[in-house]
């Protein structure tokens, strides 16, 4: 396949070096250019290109893993002439502490994460890929039936886009659970149980039915203060996002 990622951070290097190493091409773009991406192309395999052909080239999948905050500096026509039928990614966390200032759009509880991307780009996204480390993303990934193999979440309101991912997500070593709709990807999100926990797909099932599919209130304070708590630890101990 050919899978374009829009994004050379730690989650778009990591997925380039296992796409790659099951023999898919991989096209990485970041927002400084393919000149800069020498040691990036060197250690995934990806063939460093422009943000534009990425998308272009990606005629399987698209992946967009760019920080938040960043989403509206992409080009308005990105996905000019890409075929309704290629599923795009979004891998997006929002950060307000350590990365992408306060968004008020999010503060509300209103919009999720992804929804607020969706709305952005002007493409029905597929939320995954958000609540896993790189590192695990990377090197965890265990064949089918393996016990406790990590389950990740994916949810999107186009069906067909979310199963196709569902299918790559399984190649890439991980249970795929249905997380459904993107109104409903609030429970893959920072400050939840679901977020980096490497939970199998039972446990992952378990609490996507115990959060229910309405967020309250209740349910956005808590998950915003576990974030706040969680960022600053992050920043007590020096740790940096891209």
């Given at each position: 396949m050919n899978i374009g990622i829009i994004g050379a951070g730690n989650i778009g290097s990591a997925l380039a070096v296992r796409l790659t190493s099951l023999g898919h091409t991989a096209y990485i773009a970041n927002s400084r250019g393919p000149e800069t991406l020498g040691d990036v192309a060197q250690k995934t395999g990806a063939t460093p290109v422009t943000v534009r052909e990425a998308a272009q080239r990606g005629n399987d999948f698209i992946v967009v893993t760019i920080p938040l905050k960043n989403?509206?500096?992409?080009?308005?026509?990105?996905?000019?002439?890409?075929?309704?039928?290629?599923?795009?990614?979004?891998?997006?966390?929002?950060?307000?502490?350590?990365?992408d200032g306060?968004?008020?759009?999010?503060?509300?509880?209103?919009?999720?994460?992804?929804?607020?991307?969706q709305q952005h780009l002007g493409r029905p996204v597929v939320k995954v890929f958000n609540n896993i480390?790189?590192?695990?993303?990377?090197?965890?990934?265990?064949?089918?039936?393996?016990?406790?193999?990590?389950?990740l979440p994916v949810a999107s309101d186009d069906n067909a886009a979310k199963?196709?991912?569902?299918a790559l997500v399984e190649e890439l070593g991980f249970d795929a659970v249905d997380g459904g709709t993107l109104h409903e990807s609030w429970r893959q999100q920072p400050?939840?149980?679901?977020?980096?926990?490497?939970?199998?797909?039972?446990?992952?099932?378990?609490?996507?039915?115990?959060?229910?599919?309405?967020?309250?209130?209740?349910?956005?304070?808590?998950?915003?203060?576990?974030?706040?708590?969680?960022?600053?630890?992050?920043?007590?101990?020096?740790?940096?996002?891209?």
């Open positions: 989403i509206p500096d992409l080009p308005n026509d990105l996905f000019e002439g890409v075929p309704a039928e290629v599923p795009v990614i979004d891998t997006s966390n929002y950060y307000p502490l350590l990365r306060q968004m008020t759009e999010l503060e509300t509880g209103d919009l999720t994460e992804s929804g607020w991307v480390f790189a590192d695990h993303l990377e090197k965890n990934g265990q064949t089918a039936g393996t016990p406790g193999r990590i389950a199963q196709k991912v569902m400050g939840g149980p679901i977020y980096c926990n490497d939970l199998p797909a039972d446990k992952v099932r378990e609490q996507l039915a115990s959060l229910g599919t309405e967020r309250t209130a209740a349910q956005h304070t808590e998950f915003l203060d576990n974030q706040a708590k969680q960022e600053q630890a992050m920043e007590a101990q020096g740790i940096k996002l891209k």
